[in-house]
C-alpha cells in the first residue's frame, strides 16, 4: 500500500488497546485466538460484505490527496446519514483498501435493512 492503514510506530498504550479490541471482538464472535480458520472464515465474510444487501466501494483517483479524500469522506457522511435517515444502518470499512489501476480503493461501505418489515423496491 502506499499509506498507511495504522500508524507506522503505535505507542505502547495503542498496541495494547489494538490487541486488546480484536480479542474482545473475536470473543464476542465466539472464535477463540488459536483458532486460525475462525478467523479467516469471519475475513471471508468481511470479503463478502456480510451478507448485506447492498454494498458498496468507493473510490477516488489517484491524483487527488488528502483534500480530495476529505470531500469523499464528507460524501460518506452524507450516505450513511441518508441511509439512516431511510432505515438502513450502515457501516464503513478499510478491509478493501488498496489500489485499482489508477483508483484508490478508500473503503467499502454495507447497508443493512434496519428491520424485519422493511422492503427495498428498485
Not at 9 to 38: A, S, W
Not at 67 to 76: D, I, K, Q, R, T
Not at 86 to 102: D, F, I, S
Amino acid at each position: 500500500m502506499e499509506y498507511a492503514m495504522y500508524p507506522r510506530k503505535l505507542t505502547k498504550e495503542h498496541r495494547r488497546r489494538r490487541r486488546e479490541l480484536g480479542l474482545d471482538m473475536y470473543k464476542l464472535l465466539g472464535i477463540h485466538k488459536e483458532d486460525t480458520t475462525g478467523r479467516r472464515n469471519w475475513e471471508r465474510e468481511n470479503l463478502k460484505f456480510f451478507g448485506a444487501p447492498i454494498g458498496l466501494i468507493i473510490t477516488i483517483d489517484r491524483i487527488f490527496d488528502k483534500n480530495g479524500w476529505g470531500h469523499v469522506g464528507m460524501f460518506l457522511q452524507t450516505l450513511c446519514l441518508a441511509a439512516e435517515a431511510e432505515g438502513l444502518a450502515t457501516c464503513l470499512e478499510e478491509m478493501w483498501g488498496m489500489w485499482y489501476e489508477n483508483r484508490l480503493i478508500l473503503c467499502s461501505k454495507l447497508m443493512f435493512v434496519g428491520g424485519p418489515s422493511y422492503s427495498l423496491s428498485f
